[in-house]
């Protein structure tokens, strides 16, 4: 089974730090993708990358960054974490068929 | 209009029932279309493509009619483990010629006993 492993599980922030969420796939997927889950919105592309080192800005890119310096790591980053990131981050992956992605367990942030 | 669109529910139904859930999609160049299933505080998880000619899993049957742009999905005899959120998810090259899934928002499905 394709493993997509998200660093963790829970995690609480203060305003203005950096936060670095890491994601690994272990199937040598070629695409990797971030998305952010709230309530009612659905399912929102943050970034997507399919390639080591490519990066295309997904709906929402604004206050993220991303690094995909090996294939099986995707990482996000905010640069200065705001509350209205507050949200649940999920990380997935998938190969050049048309087949479904894979997700990781998610993070769920809190910025206080 | 948005690139997929489903019914949010909820759904409540009793065990042994059977629901249908539906989905349109707007961009004619969709190429691939799936369900997934979410649980609560979970991640999505793959539950079944869906093809012109239908298909079914076990208690489920998915149908895509590509002329209308029309996705169904149909669980038969209703588990309490069931509940859960279905997401309809349909799939295309995008942009840098990437490969991209579009997620609708769900459609939450309550099975009472």
């Known amino acids: 089974d394709v493993k997509v492993t998200q660093s963790s599980r829970y995690l609480v922030k203060r305003t203005g730090e950096k936060v670095f969420l890491e994601c690994v796939q272990d199937m040598d997927h070629e695409n990797m993708f971030w998305y952010r889950q709230d309530p009612g919105l659905g399912l929102r592309l943050i970034y997507f990358s399919y390639d080591v080192k490519m990066k295309e800005k997904g709906d929402i890119p604004e206050g993220y960054s991303v690094s995909r310096e090996k294939k099986e790591r995707f990482s996000l980053i905010l640069e200065s974490a705001s509350t209205n990131q507050t949200s649940m981050y999920l990380c997935?992956?998938?190969?050049?068929?048309?087949?479904?992605?894979?997700f990781g367990s998610g993070t769920r942030l809190t910025v206080v | 209009r948005k690139e997929v669109e489903q019914d949010p529910g909820p759904f409540n139904v009793p065990e042994g029932a059977t629901v249908a859930f539906n989905c349109t999609y707007s961009?004619?160049?969709?190429?691939?279309f799936f369900w997934y299933r979410q649980d609560c505080r979970k991640e999505p998880k793959l539950l079944m493509s869906?093809?012109?000619s239908g298909n079914e899993d076990g208690r489920f049957t998915a149908q895509l009619n590509r002329a209308s742009q029309y996705i169904s999905l149909l669980i038969r005899d209703s588990k309490l483990s069931d509940s859960a959120t279905y997401l309809c998810v349909v799939g295309r090259v995008g942009r840098a010629g990437s490969y991209q899934l579009t997620f609708g928002k769900g459609t939450k499905l309550s099975v009472i006993p």
């Open positions: 997935a992956s998938g190969d050049r068929a048309n087949y479904g992605y894979t």
């Open positions: 869906v093809y012109s």
């Open positions: 961009n004619s160049a969709s190429q691939s």
